[in-house]
């Protein structure tokens, strides 16, 4: 619109498409909405304009006459631009643009129409845009160019879908959604708002529309009076599938132009593949069809509506040519907002297999409908080969037997927290995980038993085995797969990682969040990456999760309070987690590490440390073989040793290895070493440590940790590096002020202070952090800013 040549613009496009939207948004990015009017209701006898930069409205309807003896009203062109140029443009000058927005089909007439228009307009130095719903095929006026609007892609879609109902959708249903509205967003729109909150976060199951909404309707009514009778016909019956990824969603520009002119048919020797094509591009007009030709929509497995796997772009594969059952298709695709509504009585081999496997993966016993209603009450292959293998057919009997041993210890983990015979459970985990196949929810039970055990090594090549493609995977499974990375991030140490996969998770499953293992493996990551401490508590309704998950949680927040130096109540949480849980996911060695560096910085060496659930059951030496848990093995031996044997060098704390201990366990060794020097009295030694510690938190990918570190120099009275941690809550507002370009005029008035008194408290707020001015304080925040300065802690 901004160019020399005279052209009427019109874009096209669907109802809802967002024709107006981008007309306007465009006006505005060029400067143009403060000499643009919007005319609207044109082909109506009451048609009316609007300044775009103010609320002035002209009524038209002086100018319009019907046209000829059929429907419809036509505007006077000429009289058009009179009227517009007195009543509502910026004088003599004129609007600059007119938008006539309300355009429905751009025919012969309206495009002759459009013609006049732009001629007249140009005459007066206006330019003339259009917006019309459909544009048939044939010839155009020169002067008349046509800008198609496609539809929004996937990741557009849910954008505006989570800004419009600010509620995150699940990454399944925003995509069945854009299959579902041809990308349409107002379509999407409003079959999102049929949607309840279960449903939009994927926690209850939503295949499709069992019915056509209004906007829908006004969308595909040009399309549909277009069709002819074989046409509808042909849709009406067209299987409409909801696994829109696996089809051919491209239909050329002329068969859809085709259908608006009522000529759309099978070509000679087709097969009516033109209509096919438009039924997959559009499955709401062949719903349409359907109930215009007065048939039910078929809900069943005739029209493909059993989503119950993902491919890698978030669209569905069906997983199995077998029907599934409800049970499976809920748990499958995690619908777990529908559990208390499946049948007490359905208990086939594999939906118990997979309501084992979610209560394992999430947490949760759905004890509010009976204790483990889903959990069968006996353990057998013709079950627990379903949980570990995909093909169970294909299962020797030597390794269906190691499956159906390491299920039941599983099992009993769940519920009380024991192991009866580890050496046994890794016995058969070996047998497990070499075979071929594995359902991913197995997996996940196997990476955290082998963590547990201390098996980091193991538990990695279990993860790298199953790294392929996640297409015809179930939603249980893909979910499944990122929580097992997660915990085994989070095992070395990866606090990044852990972020990272628990974002997968969630953008898959919103609900995951209100699962104990996500909430704890994310409040331990915020406590390593940004030194932010946890505010969860152990939920209240404790009967809804497993002994397993509650005590794993306990750790989790344990290890996080640990991290940002609130030692006291890490010993608390980490004693209560150990024991409900002595085999948590991080394993045995590195929580009972932590806890026992917790009691030792919360209490000083006199501090009483639970003995009892440190030593019991005892550790093995196959449960440290992993070179960083041999590191946590070594710390924990050395904090518990008696005060006259206490080792004089931090290098005695790190046992000889090859492979090395990586950066993140020598900065767990740094730091406890400095903690058991501080509560001896050695500050010598402890800073040092601690020192090093800081410099190396960034490096091993955990900066949230110079939190606890700077609270440790802190009560050394010293430190080489920032002294953040030291102060005050009015000294952190004085620094954000200042970092903000705040005078110290500025910064008296906003905290009720005199001048003098800023300018004495910013020199003291220099001197504990080592800096002259606030040149160097504006560079150490740039470089190593605290986390209560970014947000984040």
């Known amino acids: ?83 517009l140029g007195s009543g509502v443009g910026p004088g003599s000058a004129g609007p600059g643009v007119l938008f006539v927005d309300d355009l429905d089909v ?28 459909y544009v048939p095929e044939g010839p155009l006026p020169d002067d008349v160019e046509v800008l198609d609007l496609g539809p929004l892609d996937t990741w557009s879609l849910r954008r505006f879908l989570d800004g419009e109902l600010r509620t995150p959708l699940a990454a399944d249903v925003a995509e069945r959604l854009h299959w579902w509205s041809s990308g349409n967003p107002r379509v999407a729109l409003e079959l999102a708002d049929s949607l309840d909150p279960g449903q939009r976060r994927g926690g209850a199951h939503w295949a499709g529309p069992d019915v056509v909404g209004p906007v829908a309707r006004r969308s595909f009514h040009v399309l549909l009076g277009g069709l002819d009778l074989a046409a509808t016909s042909r849709l009406a019956q067209h ?66 509506r059993t989503p119950d796997g993902m491919g890698p772009d978030g669209g569905e594969r069906p997983v199995s040519p077998v029907a599934a059952t409800a049970a499976e298709v809920i748990l499958d695709g995690l619908h777990l907002d529908a559990v208390a509504g499946l049948s007490a009585g359905e208990r086939a081999p594999r939906a118990a297999a997979r309501a084992v496997g979610v209560a394992l993966l999430s947490g949760a016993t759905w004890a509010q409908d009976g204790a483990h209603r889903w959990t069968p009450a006996t353990i057998g292959s013709e079950w627990t080969d379903h949980l570990w293998w995909r093909p169970p057919a294909a299962v020797d009997e030597a390794r269906s037997a190691a499956g159906e041993r390491a299920a039941a210890a599983l099992v009993v983990l769940e519920r009380t927290g024991r192991l009866a015979d580890p050496a046994g459970l890794r016995a058969d985990l070996e047998v497990i995980g070499a075979s071929r196949h594995l359902d991913w929810v197995g997996v996940c039970l196997q990476v955290r038993a082998r963590l547990l055990l201390g098996d980091g090594t193991g538990a990695r090549r279990l993860l790298e085995d199953q790294s392929g493609t996640s297409s015809g995977r179930t939603v249980a499974e893909i979910v499944a797969r990122h929580v097992a990375a997660a915990r085994v991030a989070m095992f070395d140490g990866r606090a990044a990682d852990v972020r ?114 440190l030593a019991e059951p005892p550790i093995e030496p196959e449960e440290w073989r992993d070179a960083d848990t041999r590191a946590a093995h070594t710390r924990l031996q050395a904090i518990l040793a008696a005060a006259g044997a206490r080792t004089e060098a931090v290098e005695d704390w790190l046992p000889a290895s090859v492979p090395p201990t990586s950066p993140w366990q020598r900065l767990r060794t740094l730091v406890a070493y400095g903690r058991y020097c501080l509560a001896h009295g050695d500050r010598a030694a402890s800073e040092p440590a601690l020192t090093e510690g800081r410099a190396l938190a960034r490096l091993a990918g955990t900066p949230g940790w110079r939190t606890a570190i700077d609270a440790c120099l802190a009560g050394l009275g010293t430190s080489d590096g920032p002294g953040w941690a030291r102060l005050s809550g009015n000294d952190r507002e004085f620094v954000r002020l200042a970092l903000r370009g705040a005078t110290n005029a500025q910064i008296a008035g906003a905290a009720y202070v005199s001048e003098r008194t800023v300018a004495n408290r910013l020199r003291q707020i220099y001197a504990l952090l080592r800096v002259r001015d606030r040149k160097e304080l504006t560079e150490l925040a740039t470089v190593d800013p605290p986390g209560w300065l970014t947000g984040q802690g």
């Open 106 to 133: 751009l025919s012969a007439g309206r495009a002759a129409w459009l013609q006049q228009l732009g001629d007249l307009a140009y005459e007066r130095g206006w330019r003339i845009l259009a917006a019309a719903r």
């Open 239 to 304: 299987r409409v599938l909801a696994t829109g990824s696996v089809l051919d969603r491209t239909v050329d520009s002329s068969a859809v132009r085709s259908v608006g002119l009522g000529t759309i048919s099978a070509p000679p020797g087709h097969s009516g593949g033109v209509v096919d094509r438009l039924g997959v591009r559009y499955p709401l007009l062949a719903l349409l069809c359907r109930e215009q030709a007065g048939g039910a929509f078929d809900d069943g497995a005739s029209s493909g």
């Open 1 to 83: 619109m901004t160019g020399l040549d005279p052209t009427t613009l019109v874009v096209s496009g669907l109802s809802g498409i967002g024709k107006s939207v981008t007309v306007l948004a465009a006006l505005h990015r060029i400067g143009a909405q403060a000499s643009a009017v919007r005319l609207v209701r044109s082909g109506s006898s009451r048609p009316y304009a609007q300044a775009l930069s103010g609320r002035l409205r002209l009524d038209l309807s002086g100018q319009t006459a019907p046209i000829g003896t059929g429907p419809g009203y036509e505007l006077d062109a000429a009289g058009l631009l009179e009227a």
């Open 500 to 613: 990272e996969c628990l974002a997968r998770v969630v953008d898959l499953r919103p609900s995951a969040t209100d699962w104990l293992p996500v909430q704890g493996l994310q409040a331990a990551a915020a406590a390593m990456l940004d030194g932010k401490a946890p505010t969860a508590l152990l939920p209240l309704g404790t009967e809804a999760w497993s002994t397993r998950a509650l005590g794993e949680f306990a750790v989790d927040l344990g290890a996080a309070h640990l991290a940002v130096g609130q030692a006291e109540r890490a010993a608390e949480l980490l004693g209560l987690g150990l024991e409900r849980c002595q085999w948590p996911y991080r394993g045995r060695v590195q929580a009972r590490a932590d806890l026992a560096e917790a009691v030792l910085a919360s209490r000083g060496i006199r501090g009483e440390i639970p003995r009892t659930t």
